[in-house]
T-cell receptor
């Protein structure tokens, strides 16, 4: 079992829909990252969280440390949001590296 | 704008011919990372520099080497590329072990 699990693996949506991507982890963490990767492209850091909630534009990320769970929400989704969204955690034990989830592939259709 | 730059964006090399990928950053971050990412897989950390200290991952093949001549630049050297080394190579930087900022990647093709 992976230390970082994401669901769903694949997600399709119509433009304008509200989208939620979930991440669960099994290790103690110092921080959790949400990353975005467009097809064939590099990675963009969306959020780094250690508690609570962060918002940037149409993106909202939440984390529940007790439940070891985080969610990434996209409001009013748009085709340009189509990408792979990756959850990654920095464990408290090995702070020098990220443990990556397997990613959620999102496609938003007009 | 402060950023992480990788050159070239696309690199084609021949089997066994040494190749060097370049990463530079204007963020003045003290940690620089090299990741290998194969299709539909998560990035795999190869090694990182914390300041001048080199930290190799246990499972990184000896074929992969790195140099960091100064704070801004870090190089990935592949001494004898094999077909299995074809991948996207991502450079990232951070201040200590905080949020990582990624470059656009170099896609390596081995013929």
């Amino acid at each position: 079992k992976n230390e970082v699990e994401q669901s769903p693996q694949n997600l399709t949506a119509q433009e304008g829909e509200f989208i939620t991507i979930n991440c669960s982890y099994s290790v103690g963490i110092s921080a959790l990252h949400w990353l975005q990767q467009h097809p064939g492209g590099g990675i963009v850091s969306l959020f780094m969280l250690s508690s609570g909630k962060k918002k940037h534009g149409r993106l909202i990320a939440t984390i529940n440390i007790q439940e070891k769970h985080s969610s990434l929400h996209i409001t009013a989704s748009h085709p340009r949001d189509s990408a792979v969204y990756i959850c990654a955690v920095r464990s408290r034990v090995n702070t020098d590296k990220l443990i990556f989830g397997t990613g959620t592939r999102l496609q938003v259709f007009p | 704008d402060a950023m992480v730059i990788q050159n070239p964006r696309y690199q084609v090399t021949q089997f066994g011919k040494p190749v060097t990928l370049s990463c530079s950053q204007t963020l003045n971050h003290n940690v620089m990372y090299w990741y290998q990412q194969k299709s539909s897989q998560a990035p795999k950390l190869l090694f990182h520099y914390y300041d001048k200290d080199f930290n190799n991952e246990a499972d990184t093949p000896d074929n992969f080497q790195s140099r960091r001549p100064n704070t801004s630049f870090c190089f990935l050297d592949i001494r004898s590329p094999g077909l299995g080394d074809a991948a996207m190579y991502l450079c990232a930087t951070s201040w200590t072990y905080n949020e990582q900022f990624f470059g656009p990647g170099t896609r390596l093709t081995v013929l």
